[in-house]
């Protein structure tokens, strides 16, 4: 059982030593951390692993977040031509103190997401980037992803994630300065169209190298259960369908989960609530995001923090890493970060309620994992293995959660829906619970077994889990979000032949 990727050897991550290093420059001052008895040790053991399929590749699960906001998520006086930008209006911390907290907070990856406005493609280029490249000189053990909370034509927001290049900054400022709703000065109302929209993604498809776009807080809009608002699910099946390997996913957690410390909704989910801080398009099950894999669309969820301003200091959000997490399954690289999400090789947890994961289906000697496709004869048995890690420790509200249960779920795939606005999948189910006198224990890991007979049609699997005695979960009301954590995998598909 390996405790955690190379790039955390040897360095460990104390209270003393992160203030030492949060001030060497007067502008990070900001970013002490917040009380916490567990904050001083957790995060030499937040980056977990388990056993690798290839370790000839050195790949690993690697925690990261690609939402998360900077002071240039600031404001725009349009008084005067051009506009003029003022810092700190929204997010309110440098670039550098959040890749720091990312990497006190067990990430080995992040990405800034700051919102656009007019004329923001110019500075992005002109004062973000810089201190970008500033950013990662300093905290060169974490990955630092350059893009933006992309202001969608016809839709709401997106991470915008570009590839690491040379030219990853002149790659932003063309799209943003060409698709962008929000960029035009005076305002364009032909930019804020699905045929802006369309332009957008035939573009980004045909760019070298290719950027990653992923839907924001999807149902943050939606008025009531399966009744959606700036996003729905034909907006998702059109542009999936136009640019697969583009447009990937949404967030199935999505970030201001600290809300409930400080009296609001869970996820800044105002009208319809989040589900054990899930998005109502992850969390029903048999639901949109089910209805979308039936199809047998690669379709990946993701949790972040869409931090802006901690909750300890005036806003609704957890530090990068605090709260919620994306495993990737990756070198410490950032094009396999970035391959590994474009297929799905993720999985999401809240609390650090689990640290591995791994969803492994094999037959007649093949084995495939998460975001991968196994293929197998027509009607043979399947045995799918689960193998988790717990956090051995505490977690940063200073709680050790216990696993409660694991769900095993199943669902065929039956090809393109006629109809698409359709939100639900008649055959998924769970078809196996494990809670623990369930599973066994090998190391560090928790291992589960189950087989699936008589395989005959496509089919895919997914996996969760939660610390609650909720069967599904349930609509969440001012709960502490420490005391509802669930972790959910993303599929595995199995192709008989």
């Not at 608002?229 to 369908?241: K, L, V």
Request: proline fraction near 8%.
């Amino acid at each position: 059982m390996v405790d955690r990727p190379e790039a955390w050897e040897g360095q460990r991550i104390t209270r003393r030593n992160l203030l030492t290093y949060v001030g060497i420059g007067s502008t990070l001052v900001a970013a002490a951390p917040p009380s916490s008895t567990a904050s001083a040790h957790i995060a030499e053991d937040a980056v977990g692993a388990v056993p690798l399929r290839d370790d000839s590749v050195d790949r690993w699960w690697r925690a990261g977040d690609h939402h998360v906001h900077s002071e240039y998520s600031g404001d725009l006086d349009t008084s005067t031509n051009p506009p003029k930008f003022i810092k700190g209006a929204d997010g309110v911390y440098p670039i550098v103190t959040n890749a720091i907290m990312a990497r006190f907070f067990g990430l080995t990856w992040v990405m800034c997401t700051d919102h656009g406005g007019p004329t923001h493609s110019k500075v992005n280029l002109e004062l973000a980037y810089p201190d970008l490249l500033r950013s990662r000189s300093l905290v060169p053990e974490v990955l630092q992803f350059w893009g933006m909370e992309f202001d969608t034509p016809a839709h709401d927001h997106h991470t915008l994630m570009i590839p690491r290049h040379d030219g990853e900054a002149e790659q932003l400022f063309e799209i943003e300065s060409q698709f962008s709703k929000r960029d035009p000065f005076p305002t364009d109302p032909s930019r804020d169209t699905e045929a802006k929209m369309i332009e957008f993604l035939t573009a980004a498809t045909g760019m070298s190298p290719r950027p990653l776009v992923i839907a924001h807080h999807p149902a943050r809009s939606a008025p009531g259960p399966g009744v959606y608002g700036q996003n729905t699910p034909r907006e998702f099946r059109r542009a999936n369908h136009l640019a697969p390997d583009v447009y990937i996913g949404f967030e199935g957690a999505p970030g201001h989960q600290a809300g409930p410390l400080v009296g609001n909704p869970r996820g800044a989910y105002g009208n319809y609530p989040t589900h054990g801080g899930f998005d109502q398009m992850t969390a029903r099950l048999g639901g949109l995001w089910d209805s979308l894999l039936s199809e047998g669309r690669r379709w990946w969820i993701t949790a972040t923090s869409d931090s802006h301003v901690h909750w300890t200091r005036g806003g609704v959000d957890f530090w990068p890493g605090e709260y919620s997490k994306t495993y990737v399954l990756a070198r410490q690289d950032y094009a396999d970060v970035m391959h590994a999400l474009r297929n799905g090789r993720i999985f999401v947890t809240t609390g650090d309620l689990i640290t591995g994961l791994d969803v492994v289906a094999h037959a007649s000697g093949r084995r495939a994992g998460v975001g991968e496709t196994l293929a197998v004869g027509q009607g043979r048995d399947v045995q799918v293995e689960i193998s988790l890690r717990p956090l051995a420790r505490a977690n940063f509200n200073g709680d050790r959660p216990q696993l409660r249960r694991v769900d095993l779920i199943v669902g065929q795939i039956t090809g393109p829906n006629p109809n698409p606005d359709a939100d639900s999948s008649p055959t998924t189910k769970v078809v196996a619970r494990f809670g623990p006198g369930d599973w066994q224990q090998r190391g560090a890991a928790l291992i589960m077994r189950h087989p699936l007979r008589d395989v005959g049609t496509d089919t895919y699997l997914r996996v969760r889990g939660t610390n609650t005695d909720e069967a599904e979960p349930l609509p969440d009301a001012d709960e502490d979000p420490w005391s509802d954590l669930w972790f959910y995998s993303n599929p595995v598909f199995i192709r008989p032949t």
